[in-house]
């Protein structure tokens, strides 16, 4: 169900993993009639403690989490609080994440680089019920579709925890520091791990190494 924004105060919670950006969107919220921030959190499992507590009307997600993934929030939040959108605003601007993002049951997707007025339309565009990208963002989800299976990225087959390992592995942390910072088991990880080099046709632990600081690198800006 749509929210009419202009019925009551809506109230946001903030999920990115630094404060900068936190403190500098709940700076830009505060000075919007009928917004306030409701809650902040730097990672998942903050976030799901502050979800209980302040009920959002909006969530705004990052994708990247530091110890966690936004994807993987989306996925959390979704069976707790089905009709609350989900906004999601990343320093990726680009359509492979966008694309999981919306699969996973986001509303939308910014990037960060989108000037505070677009931010401000795409959240006024989820909270009516209606879904959100930019237009960069748009034509190239639809050059995507349009150029089917063949014309996507090779990391397109893995699966969402198996890309974030597979990113969490180009930033150089070890099996056993993953499998901390996911709450699993290393042999999970080492399970998810024999996948990705099965799915990307890669034949050691070297080359999987190589080519995730090659993809990870590529996605920095």
């Known amino acids: 169900m749509a ?6 105060t809506v109230g946001i919670m903030i999920v990115d993993d630094h404060p900068v950006v936190r403190k500098g969107l709940s700076d830009m919220i505060a000075q919007e009639s009928g917004f306030r921030v409701c809650g ?17 009307d909006l ?22 609080r089905p009709r609350v959108p989900i906004l999601v605003l990343s320093m990726h601007d680009e359509p492979f994440y966008a694309e999981r993002c919306l699969k996973a049951g986001a ?25 959100y990208v930019s237009e960069g963002i748009a034509r190239r989800l639809l050059s995507r579709i349009v150029a089917g299976p063949s ?11 198996e890309l974030q ?18 709450h699993v088991s290393s042999k999970t990880v080492e399970s998810h791990r024999e996948n990705i080099k099965r799915k ?8 999987l190494l190589q080519q995730a600081i090659a993809w990870t690198q590529s996605r920095q800006l």
Do not use: W
């Open 151 to 161: 014309g996507g990225s090779a990391v397109d087959v893995l699966t969402d925890r």
């Open 3 to 8: 929210l009419s924004v202009t019925s009551k």
């Open 165 to 182: 390992i597979f990113e969490l592995i180009g930033q150089g942390i070890r099996i056993r520091t993953i499998a901390q910072q996911l």
């Open 107 to 131: 509303s939308g997707y910014v990037s960060k680089g989108e000037p505070p007025s677009r931010l401000m339309d795409a959240i006024r565009t989820v909270l009516s019920g209606d879904a």
């Open 200 to 207: 990307l046709q890669l034949g050691s632990a070297a080359e």
């Open 40 to 56: 902040e959190a730097g990672d998942k499992d903050e976030a799901m403690d502050r979800l209980h507590e302040c009920k959002p």
């Open 59 to 80: 969530i705004i997600v990052d994708v990247t989490l530091g110890n966690s993934n936004g994807i993987e929030l989306i996925k959390e939040i979704k069976p707790h």
